[in-house]
């Protein structure tokens, strides 16, 4: 009983946490997207469209990564399921969603998010891999080379099954930082500060795992 409490208990503040930092983000940045994909994904441009699927799960609609291997071939090693926002170029931003894994493939299961995009060779994104290295669960560059981890991240990322997660990501172009955060929401999973990319596009997907996607909002100018 005591230990039931205790989740609860740590389930609730969570929820106040993730709550607080919505409400904070909103005061600073307004909501500029919205995304709960009841009515389909036409606000999307993916780099596969045979590895994506529009779906009903537990009567709710997600957009997911149906598949782990994809038609799409980066000139340079980068990630192959990508779906960025249509018609959205953004500097300054805090993004959140909701993501579950669908497939366990062991130290490099991820979800990556893509940021500041310029074009398929330049490039920021968060590679949430469970096992950290330097090829996964760090925050990534990619300039007209293979991405590179720009961070030297050692926290796991602790994926659960068939357990729905929550992501956020802040960027400040003009302090250079940015600011990753995997359920908790009172302290950054990684961080690091560069100034390589300012205005760009906003993306989800993951290199070659499979997850689904909900519940997207995008604060900024």
Not at 106 to 121: L, M, P
Not at 151 to 160: D, G, L, M, Q, S
Not at 207 to 216: K, R
Request: aromatic residues 12%; charged residues 30%.
């Amino acid at each position: 009983m005591r230990a039931t409490k205790l989740l609860l208990a740590t389930a609730f503040l969570s929820f106040v946490a993730l709550g607080q930092a919505e409400e904070s983000s909103e005061k600073k940045l307004p909501l500029i997207f919205e995304e709960d994909f009841e009515k389909g994904h036409k606000r999307w441009e993916v780099t596969d469209k045979k590895s994506w699927t529009h779906r009903m799960v537990d009567g709710n609609h997600v957009f997911g990564i149906n598949r782990r291997n994809s038609d799409y071939k980066p000139k340079v090693r980068s990630p192959y399921h990508i779906a960025l926002i249509k018609d959205v170029n953004i500097a300054d931003f805090v993004l959140t969603f909701d993501v579950k894994s669908t497939k366990d493939t062991g130290g490099h299961r991820d979800c990556c998010v893509f940021f500041n995009w310029q074009d398929a060779e330049h490039f920021y994104y968060c590679h949430f891999g469970a096992n950290p290295d330097p090829h996964s669960g760090q925050i990534m560059i990619v300039k007209d080379a293979p991405r590179k981890a720009m961070t030297e991240n050692k926290n796991k990322t602790p994926w659960k099954n068939e357990t729905w997660h929550k992501i956020k990501v802040v960027r400040d172009t003009k302090k250079g930082t940015i600011e990753v955060y995997f359920d908790d929401m009172s302290k950054p999973h990684m961080s690091i500060i560069d100034k390589t990319f300012g205005k760009g596009r906003i993306g989800i997907g993951s290199f070659d795992d499979m997850n689904d996607f909900d519940n997207i909002k995008l604060y900024g100018r």
